[in-house]
């Protein structure tokens, strides 16, 4: 049977020729000795004997490689080989003063001795011994923790540093557009200081200039706007403006400097309380989107010289939390009572608007004329322009076709009543909406309205006993298609106080049939 080859051998077998089993003796290693084994133990001081002992390799092994049991040679021979302990012969020269050496295969070198007092550490917290506990890797950073001991996914994250704000900057909040509340007291604030540059925004896209100015800035007087706007120091983007002209999106106004009013009332105080209070007492029908007043006799809608109190200054008291402050959208005189259409919001102030420019409101109004026209169902149609231009409230004269500032003015009446023939009840349908129409229409056919300051030119006449020396002149009836709906409002104002008492005295029932409704729409 073939012996196992000796361990740590090339695995052939060693009973050839020249081998122990031949009987023949090992060769004596008389040659140089120059492998790299023999280098290490030469430096090493380990010489071993060229002979060895009887039935022993130059190892001191067995011819079946086993280790055999330590013999020491004659005196003054070289000391053999150790059988036990270090073996260099197996150790790489390079390893020689660095580690421990390579133990042959299925054995475990012995520890080498050492000075140092064994560590009271378990071997668990020891330093490992290899690349780890080389030379200079005290210095260096310690390992990235596994991933089963790096922290919970719980506890707080690394802070970023400055190189990493991105992430931070892109999920900001994008910041709010400012209210136009902010905005129109911001520009108020700067425009007191000089010549200022305003922007428009989208939503006052479509707006007059002069309404436009209006909602920017309540405190100033419409007569002023229309003053800058006909001495031509309003521009809108470099050009003189006028009244009529609408600005666009993105378009700039220059306005000169301004002397502004004191600012209204702050909302919730006793005075816009008061204000608020006082508006909800005149309110005949309201919506979502717009509101229709019973304006009293005497009451401005927009301030003027010397006017303080106006419907356009007390409707700051309704402005709602975002700023947003209901609108004008036409305008009566100021001595004239009765149905005043307010818009809530901007698209209804716009549509309302375009509604009275193409005609489609219908208006009737009562009025207390003197004497008793001769013709009880007529029409009127002159020219009218200013008898002072540039004047907001200049009296108005009957002009011909192609005068400066002429613009044509159509009225229906009728006669619904009258008092002998001293006072005529009349009912009047306007088509146009000229300034002071009514009032100067009235006058051009001879019948001026009782209480007119500015159109009653009648000599020598006098004003019978309880009457009150007021203008009589109500809005009595609007109807308007509802600026979202489209449908139909129609809304009738009561008589005020003082024309309730002549109608009384005049024995006038307001419940009679009013034959202006039959009258014709253009």
Request: proline fraction near 10%; charge should be positive; include cysteine.
């Amino acid at each position: 049977m073939t012996k196992p080859p000796s361990r740590g051998g090339s695995g052939r077998s060693r009973t050839g020729p020249g081998g122990p089993a031949s009987g023949r003796p090992p060769r004596a290693r008389t040659g140089p000795r120059n492998t790299a084994r023999d280098a290490a133990e030469r430096a090493a001081g380990l010489v071993v004997s060229n002979r060895a002992a009887p039935g022993k390799s130059a190892h001191g092994k067995s011819a079946h490689g086993n280790f055999a049991p330590a013999k020491f040679a004659p005196a003054g021979a070289a000391p053999a080989r150790p059988a036990f302990g270090r073996d260099m012969g197996d150790t790489s020269p390079w390893e020689r003063d660095e580690g421990p050496a390579r133990a042959p295969a299925g054995k475990f070198p012995a520890k080498p001795k050492t000075d140092k007092p064994k560590s009271d550490k378990p071997r668990s917290d020891r330093p490992r011994t290899g690349a780890a506990t080389r030379s200079g890797t005290e210095d260096r950073a310690p390992a990235r923790p596994r991933r089963d001991e790096r922290p919970d996914s719980t506890e707080a994250p690394r802070s970023r540093g400055p190189a990493e704000p991105k992430a931070a900057a892109t999920t900001a909040p994008a910041a709010k557009a400012p209210t136009r509340r902010a905005l129109r007291e911001a520009t108020a604030e700067a425009l007191a200081t000089g010549v200022q540059t305003l922007e428009v925004t989208p939503d006052e896209a479509g707006m007059r200039i002069d309404r436009f100015l209006s909602a920017r800035f309540p405190q100033l007087p419409f007569t002023r706007i229309q003053s800058l706007v006909r001495k031509g120091e309003l521009r809108v983007n470099g050009k003189r403006a006028k009244a009529a002209d609408r600005v666009e999106p993105g378009a700039s106004v220059r306005v000169p400097p301004l002397s502004l009013e004191a600012r209204p009332s702050a909302p919730n105080s006793p005075r816009a309380e008061g204000d608020l209070a006082f508006l909800r007492s005149l309110i005949l029908y309201e919506d979502q989107d717009m509101m229709v007043l019973n304006k009293p006799f005497g009451l401005a809608v927009q301030g003027g010289s010397g006017t303080t109190r106006h419907v356009d200054g007390l409707l700051e008291a309704m402005r709602d939390k975002d700023g947003q402050k209901p609108r004008l959208v036409h305008r009566l005189d100021k001595d004239t009572a009765g149905c005043l259409i307010i818009a809530k919001t901007r698209l209804a102030a716009a549509t309302l608007a375009k509604t009275f420019r193409s005609r489609a409101a219908r208006k009737i109004y009562w009025a207390l004329a003197a004497g008793v026209p001769k013709v009880r169902q007529g029409r009127i149609s002159t020219y009218l322009a200013k008898e002072e231009i540039g004047d907001a409230d200049a009296r108005m004269r009957v002009a011909k076709h192609g005068d400066e500032g002429a613009s044509h003015a159509l009225t229906y009446y009728a006669v619904v009543d009258q008092a002998g023939q001293k006072l005529a009840w009349l009912s009047l349908k306007p088509v146009t909406g000229r300034t002071h129409q009514l009032r100067a229409h009235a006058a051009h056919i001879g019948h001026p309205l009782v209480g007119d300051p500015k159109y009653f030119d009648i000599e020598n006449w006098e004003l019978p006993g309880g009457l009150q020396n007021r203008l009589h002149l109500l809005a009595r009836r609007i109807v308007i298609p509802h600026p979202r709906t489209a449908k139909p409002i129609d809304v009738t104002a009561p008589l005020p106080p003082h024309m309730a008492q002549s109608w009384n005295l005049l024995g006038f029932d307001a419940a009679r049939y009013d034959p202006i409704v039959e009258a014709p729409e253009a």
